[in-house]
T-cell receptor
Framework: GENVEQHPSTLSVQEGDSAVIKCTYSDSASNYFPWYKQELGKRPQLIIDIRSNVGEKKDQRIAVTLNKTAKHFSLHITETQPEDSAVYFCAASRGFGNEKLTFGTGTRLTIIP | EPEVTQTPSHQVTQMGQEVILRCVPISNHLYFYWYRQILGQKVEFLVSFYNNEISEKSEIFDDQFSVERPDGSNFTLKIRSTKLEDSAMYFC????????????FGPGTRLTVL
């Protein structure tokens, strides 16, 4: 089955700096890669996603890049703000039918004011 | 904006008791999922459900677990005889259809088994 690895497990950055979180996946059939933000005690919220026919996607301060050959995708947050502090999970899915999401182990991002 | 809802928000039960966790997916969604998250760990897939039957289940989803869509709106997860290790946050999620890939998560039910 799919295995998703995520690094780093914790990340602290100064407010205004950029943060990068990286994930690798094992299943070459995976073609959908969402990123979820989870604040303490709350539901995972989708913040951005990318499909395998696209190499990069951007939404304001958030971008995701995908390297299918390397089976690697990354989340980039620029101009970080205190409200970006949360746990971020990457996930992978085959994306057809009703395929499950396989999550990474999460990254606790702390923005230092 | 429509949201997935779950009840109860917190359930405390004794080991060996049965629990039913309830979810109301977004009304026109066709695919339903249960995930769980043990405190401090990643979200793990339990089961997917489509057209009134299980599509896929994980190794976690053993004979003690069952799912049901008893009517047109509810989607339930039953644990027949709870164990201490079942303590976790259980998330329901739903998805519209084959071309609409995003899964929408509910707020979760925190299950505590004593």
């Amino acid at each position: 089955g799919e295995n998703v690895e995520q690094h780093p497990s914790t990340l602290s950055v100064q407010e205004g700096d950029s943060a990068v979180i990286k994930c690798t996946y094992s299943d070459s059939a995976s073609n959908y890669f969402p990123w979820y933000k989870q604040e303490l005690g709350k539901r995972p919220q989708l913040i951005i996603d990318i499909r395998s026919n696209v190499g990069e996607k951007k939404d304001q301060r958030i971008a995701v890049t995908l390297n299918k050959t390397a089976k690697h995708f990354s989340l980039h947050i620029t101009e970080t703000q205190p409200e970006d502090s949360a746990v971020y999970f990457c996930a992978a899915s085959r994306g057809f039918g009703n395929e499950k999401l396989t999550f990474g182990t999460g990254t606790r991002l702390t923005i230092i004011p | 904006e429509p949201e997935v809802t779950q009840t109860p928000s917190h359930q405390v039960t004794q080991m060996g008791q049965e629990v039913i966790l309830r979810c109301v997916p977004i009304s026109n969604h066709l695919y339903f999922y249960w995930y769980r998250q043990i405190l401090g760990q990643k979200v793990e897939f339990l089961v997917s459900f489509y057209n009134n039957e299980i599509s896929e289940k994980s190794e976690i989803f053993d004979d003690q677990f069952s799912v049901e869509r008893p009517d047109g709106s509810n989607f339930t997860l039953k644990i027949r005889s709870t164990k201490l290790e079942d303590s976790a946050m259980y998330f329901c999620a739903s998805r519209f259809g084959v071309d609409a890939i995003e899964q929408f998560f509910g707020p979760g039910t925190r299950l505590t088994v004593l």
